[in-house]
């Protein structure tokens, strides 16, 4: 059974710093395209960040607003992926989720986590 497990999550100051965890279980980690979502208050889930691995090669997908400020990294020992969100903004206020999907990065991957909630204070 294929698990996502979210954590991190909380309130920061606009400008602040915050590293979600997300434990995986269940598939060949490094084998599934593995990414972040986040879904704000009225608005529509988005993709942030997603690493798709296809026979072509690696690719890192970024939200245009993140880059430069959020980074996504895994450890394939532990199959545990992280967004480390530097920089903060008010914006950046929503439920945080982790996805994993059998072929690509996409906004309906197959997988989810139940989401971890980031505040962002002015």
């Known amino acids: 059974e294929v698990q996502l497990v979210e954590s991190g999550g909380g309130l920061v100051q606009a400008g602040g710093s915050l590293r979600l965890s997300c434990a995986t279980s269940g598939f060949t980690f490094d084998e599934y395209a593995i990414g972040w979502f986040r879904q704000a208050p009225g608005k529509e889930r988005e993709g942030v960040l997603c690493?798709?691995?296809?026979?072509?090669?690696?690719?890192?997908y970024y939200l245009d607003s993140v880059k430069g400020r959020f980074t996504i990294s895994s450890d394939n020992a532990t199959n545990t992926m992280y967004l480390q969100m530097n920089t903060l903004k008010p914006e950046d206020t929503a439920a945080y989720y982790c996805a994993a999907d059998e072929l690509e990065c996409q906004i309906r991957m197959d997988y989810w986590g139940k989401g971890t909630l980031v505040t962002v204070s002015s």
């Open positions: 690493i798709s691995r296809t026979d072509a090669g690696t690719y890192t």
